[in-house]
Nanobody, 129 residues
Framework: QVQLAESGGGSVQPGGSLRLSCAASGFTYRANCVGWYRQSPGKEREVVAIVYTGFGSGRIFYSDSVRGRFTISEENDGNTVVLTMNRLQPEDAGTYYC????????????????????WGQGTQVTVSS
């Protein structure tokens, strides 16, 4: 049974940082496509970053709105993908979701467009003074 669980959300002031984690059960991140998405009230869900774990930092994609501020990475336990968010602004607030494909697909995991079959429940991020 494949499941994902996000954690690390919270409330920060503008300019602050948060570290979100996506823990997998039922499979391990060996050569998989993993993504972070977010959704704020009144807006559609948008992709934040996608990584193919089989190549580490060699195959990572960021949305224009977060590039240079957010970093997606793997923990060495093989079960966790992290989204480190720096210089957070109010427009970054919302519910953050992780998604993964337990089946390796190196050809399709090549950009910000991917259809993930497994999703987590989300973790809330608030940015305010």
């Amino acid at each position: 049974q494949v499941q994902l669980a996000e954690s690390g959300g919270g409330s920060v002031q503008p300019g602050g940082s948060l570290r979100l984690s996506c823990a997998a059960s039922g499979f391990t991140y060996r050569a998989n496509c993993v993504g972070w998405y977010r959704q704020s009230p009144g807006k559609e869900r948008e992709v934040v970053a996608i990584v193919y774990t089989g190549f580490g930092s060699g195959r990572i994609f960021y949305s224009d709105s977060v590039r240079g501020r957010f970093t997606i990475s793997e923990e060495n336990d093989g079960n966790t993908v992290v989204l480190t968010m720096n210089r957070l602004q109010p427009e970054d607030a919302g519910t953050y979701y992780c998604a993964a494909d337990p089946v390796s697909n190196i050809l399709s995991c090549s950009g910000l467009k991917y259809e993930f079959p497994v999703w987590g429940q989300g973790t809330q991020v608030t940015v305010s003074s």
